[in-house]
């Protein structure tokens, strides 16, 4: 199982990024995906995940009506659409995969992880 994650970078607060992370050795019907980040001094903190299986997504409170995930299987790639983006939201992302059913933003579940994507909010 491999993930690479990408599309990071400088943006302006109130600016959007999309992000992605190229998965590869599983299916996503075996597998839920999800996001993290990760910001100096603070705890990792579950971002959005994604269960096809179930069909379903969850999100941090932090994010909710401003992240979105999404995947395209042709492409075996998973997406985290970032829109209305401030400050806080500068951290490392990472995306990470868990061989299981059900959506749940807890770190310690994810045996795989990608390097990490760098995202910058200038207020």
């Known amino acids: 199982v491999q993930l690479v994650e990408s599309g990071g970078g400088l943006v302006q607060a109130g600016g959007s990024l999309r992000l992605s992370c190229a998965v590869s050795?599983?299916?996503?019907?075996?597998?839920?995906v999800s996001w993290f980040r990760h910001a100096p001094g603070k705890e990792r903190e579950g971002v959005a995940c994604?269960?096809?299986?179930?069909?379903?997504?969850t999100y941090g409170d932090s994010v909710k009506g401003r992240f979105t995930i999404s995947s395209d299987n042709a492409k075996n790639t998973v997406y985290l659409q970032m829109n209305r983006l401030k400050p806080e939201d500068t951290a490392v992302y990472y995306c990470?995969?868990?061989?299981?059913?059900?959506?749940?933003?807890?770190?310690?579940?994810?045996?795989?992880w990608g390097q990490g994507t760098q995202v910058t909010v200038s207020s």
């Open positions: 994604m269960s096809r299986t179930e069909g379903s997504t």
């Open positions: 990470a995969a868990d061989r299981g059913r059900t959506c749940a933003l807890v770190p310690i579940i994810y045996d795989h």
């Open positions: 050795g599983f299916t996503f019907d075996d597998y839920v």
